[in-house]
């Protein structure tokens, strides 16, 4: 068994997630993806603007009826910041034998030798790295190298240039977001909005 693990804030799921986490699925040949939606971001002190229940909610919405990828709410179950390599351990142990990928965004590649036990991290898992906007210069195969000498698959997509950032700018703008969400999402965005 061969799993993806994507964590992120998902403050919303957007269609570059999805996008992401099927690359993924495509070029490594893997089983399942689980998106893994974080309690409280470790890493955004700010924390996320909308509330785990909801964004578990969408991203749940947003991968149903797909064949390989899947929502977690292991992090949302458990209050506080989690952390990746615990998230990862929780994972291994419940699948033993299965060989693990942690997929990310090359933006997140700068902070990661910053996170909780980062050696833990590719010791659980190999990491799979696409480009991102901004992100994806030659300095991604350096800083993979750097962080995770060995153990990084890169991840060929074209870049998409979507963030939830620039989606919650929008909806604080009362614009509309439809071609930037999964149609699921944005019915909930929608409804929610109209609440
Ligand atoms: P925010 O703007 O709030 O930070 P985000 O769009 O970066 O949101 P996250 O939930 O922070 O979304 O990201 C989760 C993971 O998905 C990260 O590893 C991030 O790099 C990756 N990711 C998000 N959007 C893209 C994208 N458009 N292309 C490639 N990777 C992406
Ligand atoms: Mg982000």
Redesign the pocket.
Known sequence: MRIGV??????P?????L??ARAAAAQLGLDRVMLV??AQ?PH?PGG??MPAAQRIAMVRAAVEGDPVLEASSDEVDRPGPSYTADTLERIAAEHPGADLWF??????LEGFPGWSRPERIVELARLAV????G?GDPAMDFLAGAVAAGRVDVVD?P??????????ARIAAGEDVSHLVPAPVAALLHSDAAS
Do not use: C, N, W, Y
Request: proline share 12%; glycine share 10%.
């Open positions: 994507m964590g992120g804030t998902f403050d799921p957007h269609d570059g997630h996008a992401l939606p974080a971001p955004k996320a603007t997929i990310l965004g090359a933006d997140q696409a480009s991102r906007p992100a997509m870049e998409v240039p979507i963030s939830s950032t620039d989606v919650r």
